[in-house]
């Protein structure tokens, strides 16, 4: 049973950084692409960034690119996403999400964890 499971969210000052983590479980980590979404209050859910499988090519929504880094740790079956110069829009619960290279109808969502960017 494929599983992963968010941690690192919080609440931080407008300006802060935070460092979300995934670490999943029950798949071979290496063969899928991963990807951080948001979800906002009253919002759809959005693709923050995204990395893929085998290679550094990674994509940011613009409203983030600039302030935040996706990166993995295969070794680990680990994601993050180091968020910088967070802003009281940023504040929505994130989710990690993994896709099989090579079968997109196969995903796997985390219970997500929750960012709050307040004073």
């Known amino acids: 049973q494929a599983r992963l499971v968010e941690s690192g969210g919080g609440l931080v000052q407008p300006g802060g950084s935070l460092r979300l983590s995934c670490t999943a479980y029950g798949l071979t980590f290496i063969n899928h692409h991963m990807s951080w979404y948001r979800q906002a209050p009253g919002k759809e859910r959005e693709m923050v960034a995204s990395?893929?499988?085998?290679?550094?090519?990674?994509n940011y929504a613009d409203s983030v690119k600039g302030r935040f880094a996706i990166s993995r740790d295969n070794a680990k079956n680990a994601l993050y996403l180091l968020m910088g110069n967070l802003k009281a829009e940023d504040t929505a619960v994130y989710y990690c999400?993994?896709?099989?290279?090579?079968?997109?109808?196969?995903?796997?969502w985390g219970q997500g964890t929750r960012v709050t960017v307040s004073t």
């Open positions: 999400h993994a896709e099989y290279r090579s079968s997109s109808r196969l995903t796997y």
């Open positions: 990395i893929p499988s085998t290679s550094d090519l990674t």
